[in-house]
């Protein structure tokens, strides 16, 4: 979704059709039924975020997409991961979150949005990503809901032209996951 209008631009300056030229045009009104994220949670410890979306609206939405933001970078950055400013780095994203695993068959071409394919009315999708904290502290997580990849089909609140977006708060203590393993093998988690 970010870059996607750079994108578009840089398929139609190579002489070639414009990526975004068969995507449907409109708002299509989608609701989240349930954003779910621990918003406590421990270092090491595998986490799952969940967003579940209805397609609200009587027409099927090209490609049900979500997006996920950090509020504080000035542009779209990697999913799970903080910008850093140290000149010194070869990449200046660091990650929060190791991504264990992403909405199965939802890969794209952006570092930071997930696509499930068409969604018909009145049908949902879950996107489910499987994370491990590694970076202790708060963080807010922005998702966004998208209709489409490249900016022309458009996730709406249902009744408004409101973009269907929602966030999360989250605490990464410092204190690792306590885990042991007794003598048949057996894991056994504490506090």
């Known amino acids: 979704m970010a870059g996607a209008g750079l994108a578009a631009l840089l398929a139609a300056g190579c002489g070639g059709t414009r990526q975004d030229a068969d995507e449907a045009s409109g708002n299509f009104p989608v609701r989240v039924l349930k954003a779910s994220f621990p918003s406590s949670q421990r270092l090491s410890q595998h986490e799952e975020l969940r967003i579940r979306v209805r397609n609200a609206g009587t027409k099927t939405i090209p490609v049900i997409a979500v997006s996920l933001l950090d509020p504080k970078a000035?542009?779209?950055?990697?999913?799970?991961?903080?910008?850093?400013?140290?000149?010194?780095?070869?990449?200046?994203?660091?990650?929060?979150?190791?991504?264990?695993?992403?909405?199965?068959?939802?890969?794209?071409?952006?570092?930071?949005?997930?696509?499930?394919?068409?969604?018909a009315p009145h049908k949902t999708k879950t996107f489910k990503w499987s994370v491990t904290p590694a970076k202790a502290g708060r963080y807010r997580i922005l998702f966004r809901v998208a209709a489409g990849l490249d900016g022309k089909a458009k996730a709406v609140t249902p009744g408004s032209k409101r973009p269907v977006t929602g966030e999360f708060d989250i605490h990464v203590s410092s204190k690792p996951h306590q885990a042991t393993v007794d003598a048949a093998g057996n894991v056994i988690t504490g506090g």
Do not use: E, M
């Open 74 to 119: 000035k542009s779209a950055s990697q999913a799970f991961s903080d910008l850093s400013s140290d000149p010194q780095l070869a990449s200046h994203t660091r990650p929060i979150w190791i991504l264990d695993q992403g909405p199965a068959g939802g890969d794209t071409a952006y570092t930071n949005t997930w696509a499930l394919g068409a969604l």
